[in-house]
């Protein structure tokens, strides 16, 4: 669907197409154990957030130089662009790069040398958010906040992201804290496979602005109360919900329920290459599955230019939100 949007809940490593991944593994002699990308796409078929992580994590090794990211982006923003992306906060985990000897300031700068030129390229205004790994230690997160911060005017904040259950926010509030002082955005993956009470540590102890999918938080009447008052924005992913069995199928998907609580969710893609689609294929997905009518897919739409870290130009906020109330479907 090309109803304009913003995308809030993305993350670059997880748009690594079977097709570009044996591209960059020959171009950096890597070896990957599938024989060809059909082979590949089959091993794309996981049975839970670990097995995926599994695989997305062995998939990185293909990633090797700027060239590698500012590919990885370009392909992101072209499909982006044409299921209806205007703009795009865009994730990325430095500390799974690193670990496997690949720096910083590669990450960086590939992913900007397509970033930089993505409105003239591609139509689309981006920004960039380091996640922390939170399987992590508590140290790697603030030694990768240490390595960012040559590059801080390319980011615009931070978000904790990976394996939820077992690692609560509280163990990243030194992080945050610091992350804060350095006037970067906050958000953060809660409630997903966590409990509600992870997002509410993630508004309480980190100060995060945003929720990352935060679905669970329909089992605490009171959460849900506060995140109505206070306007918090839920970066929903219904297809990355049901592939990895957050849901058991999208006809059961909280989405609806939550915005007549008058919950502020967009819709998002999260890993488009591994859960089936882009933005624009899941709002196709949400409006067949459970059947939202134009306004409420518009609704969904000018969330999530509300939702956008766009306080910095308050005129293009308003001219995609425009753009989305004059679109006809
Ligand atoms: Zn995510």
């Not at 079977?18 to 593994?25: D, H, I, R, S, V």
């Not at 990450?107 to 960039?128: M, P, Y």
């Not at 966590?194 to 509410?200: L, M, N, S, T």
Request: with cysteine.
């Amino acid at each position: 669907m090309s109803l304009p949007k913003a995308e809030l809940h993305l993350h670059i490593e997880g748009t690594l197409e079977p097709e570009l991944a044996f591209e960059l593994a020959a171009r950096n002699g890597v070896e990957l154990p599938y024989a060809d990308t059909d082979t590949l796409r089959e091993a794309y078929r996981f049975e839970d957030l670990q097995s995926f992580l599994n695989l997305y994590y062995e998939l990185m090794a293909v990633l090797r130089t700027e060239r590698d990211f500012e590919d990885l982006a370009n392909a992101y923003l072209a499909r982006a662009a044409a299921q209806g992306v205007r703009h795009a906060e865009i994730f990325f985990d430095p500390q799974a790069h690193i670990a496997r000897g690949v720096e910083m300031g590669t990450v960086v700068e590939g992913l900007w040398r397509a970033l930089a030129r993505s409105e003239a390229v591609h139509g689309v205004s981006t920004q960039l958010i380091m996640c922390f790994l939170r399987d992590e230690s508590a140290e790697s997160a603030l030694e990768t906040l240490a390595a960012a911060k040559p590059y801080l005017d390319r980011i615009v904040g931070v978000g904790l992201d990976s394996a939820e259950v077992g690692h609560p926010p509280v163990k990243f509030r030194e992080v945050y804290e610091a992350a804060a002082e350095l006037g970067l955005r906050r958000v953060a993956h809660a409630g997903e496979e966590g409990p509600p009470e992870y997002i509410v540590e993630a508004l309480d102890v980190l100060g995060v602005e945003r929720i990352d999918h935060g679905l669970r938080c329909m089992e605490s009447p009171e959460l849900v109360a506060r995140l109505v008052r206070d306007r918090i924005p839920l970066t929903m992913c219904p297809l990355s919900n049901v592939r990895l069995r957050t849901v058991d199928v999208l006809a059961d998907h909280p989405l609806p329920a939550m915005l007549d609580a008058g919950l502020l969710c967009t819709v998002n893609s999260d890993d488009p290459a591994y859960f089936g689609g882009y933005a624009g294929d899941n709002f196709d997905a949400v409006r067949s599955a459970l059947g939202l009518g134009e306004e409420t897919l518009r609704e969904l739409a000018r969330n999530s230019f509300l939702a956008s870290f766009l306080e910095h130009d308050e005129e293009l906020r308003a001219r995609y939100l425009a753009e989305v109330d004059t679109y006809e479907f």
